[in-house]
Structure formats: structure tokens, C-alpha cells
């Protein structure tokens, strides 16, 4: 079992399902932790709210951040990430059904890694995993082509 986590930002079940099934066909067996708008998925990376009690040195490998979120939105959530010492340098991909340029642009802007759009294209979602350099480090098995 792999120990690497990753947290996935998501509100939306079906958008979730996919994502969850994209990672799975692609091998990655990592534990997903899986939070439903930007201000629970601060309370997790800061070890706040409901999460005050989670071990603070355990961060995510990846952050899967969707845009559109209650409370809090994705690029709000992003700017927050980048500002504290802590989690400026997790790696973040946005996932999300906007098509508006202005998001792309302020996406990279606040320092996100990846855009990808929804629904979560499998292919494109394991090449920003790869991009980013770490296939290694949440591949739970060696693929079979």
C-alpha cells in the first residue's frame, strides 16, 4: 500500500466518481482524501476545523483542485496554498468544467501546475501527474500495456 496521499477538492459525486475511476485505471493506488469545498480542504492542509488533530508532517502528494467549489473557491484555495511556507510548493492541478480563459490564466497565475479540463480525461490526467514528476511516487504498481 502506498502512503503517499492525495487530496482531492472536489464538490461535485459524479465528477469525484470520475476522478477517483481515472486514478484507479491508471494504477495509482494512493489513499484519496476526499473534501467537498475550499474551506475544508484548508482546514485539512493547515490541520484546522474538523482536521485539527490530523498529523501536520503528512501532506498531500498532489493537490487535485476543482474550481467551482462552496464556501471557498478553487483559485481562493490556491492563492491561500501558495502564501503559507508550508504547502507553497505542493503540487496542484486544477480539474475543472469552466471554460473560461480568465480561469486558465489566473489558475497559473496563483501558481497552479496542471489545468485540466472536466469531465477528467484518464490520458490527461496521468501526463500532468507525470509532468509534474511524480509517477514514481504514486504509481502503486508498474502499469501493463
Known amino acids: 500500500m502506498v502512503d503517499n496521499i492525495i487530496l482531492l477538492v472536489e464538490d461535485n459525486p459524479d465528477d469525484e466518481i470520475l476522478t477517483l475511476r481515472a486514478l484507479r485505471k491508471n494504477h495509482i493506488g494512493n489513499k484519496v482524501i476526499v473534501v467537498r469545498d475550499g474551506a475544508e480542504a484548508l482546514d485539512f492542509l493547515f490541520c484546522t ?52 480563459d480568465q480561469d486558465l490564466v489566473e489558475g497559473f497565475k496563483f501558481g497552479a501546475n496542471a489545468y485540466i479540463p ?27 500495456f
Open 49 to 100: 476545523g474538523l482536521y485539527a488533530d490530523r498529523e501536520p508532517n503528512k501532506m498531500p502528494e498532489i493537490i487535485l483542485l476543482d474550481l467551482r467549489l462552496p464556501k471557498l473557491g478553487g483559485l481562493e484555495v490556491l492563492q491561500r496554498i501558495r502564501e503559507k511556507e508550508r504547502t507553497r510548493l505542493l503540487p496542484v492541478v486544477i480539474l475543472t468544467s469552466s471554460d473560461r
Open 118 to 144: 472536466k469531465p477528467v480525461n484518464f490520458t490527461h490526467l496521468i501526463e500532468a501527474v507525470h509532468q509534474l514528476g511524480l509517477h514514481l511516487m504514486v504509481l502503486s504498481e508498474v502499469p501493463h
